[in-house]
């Protein structure tokens, strides 16, 4: 089982990026997460299927201490951000010190921006994500949840 384990800032579509993968749906109606929790699912890697049990968190300043426990076992982290939020984009140096914290040294990590529907809406370009994720040796991809957009292949990128 590859544990893979979900964070970033409540509303950037932590939930909504694991329902779409599990189960290829969105749901319009959000609600915060309130509490932490696992979906299970299996991913093809070259003709091996590869279970995953993918964490979403809460990501409320908060509630910030408590995904920390959950980074210790986890075999890879996609750190979540909205493109139409700057804020959300800042914030990703914190979830990275979080992580380099409390993760295990050989830990994966993807740096995704999130919401790829709303491109008239973006305040991060791009090649900022990218760059981001090169600083940290992390990997970097941009998706949709509510298209589906690179949502698979976010997760096929990170077990492989």
């Not at 980074?71 to 979830?95: H, P, V």
């Not at 760059?131 to 990128?157: I, N, P, W, Y």
Request: glycine letters at 6%; hydrophobic letters at 40%; aromatic letters at 10%.
């Amino acid at each position: 089982v590859f544990k893979i384990v979900l964070v970033g800032d409540s509303g950037v579509g932590k939930t909504s990026f694991i329902h779409r993968f599990c189960y290829d749906d969105f749901v319009e109606d959000h609600r915060v997460t309130l509490d932490i929790g696992f979906e299970m699912s299996t991913v093809m890697v070259d003709d091996t299927p590869v279970s995953l049990q993918v964490w979403d968190t809460v990501g409320q300043e908060r509630f910030r201490s408590l995904p920390q426990s959950y980074y210790r076992d986890a075999n890879g982290i996609l750190l979540l951000y909205d493109i139409t939020r700057q804020e959300s984009f800042a914030n990703i140096q914190g979830w990275i010190a979080d992580i380099k914290d409390n993760a295990s040294e050989n830990v994966l990590i993807m740096i995704t921006g999130n919401k790829l529907d709303l491109q008239d809406q973006r305040e991060i370009k791009s090649d900022t994500g990218s760059r981001l994720a090169m600083l940290h040796d992390a990997m970097f991809t941009e998706c949709s949840a509510k298209t589906g957009e690179s949502v698979e292949e976010s997760f096929h990128q990170l077990v492989r």
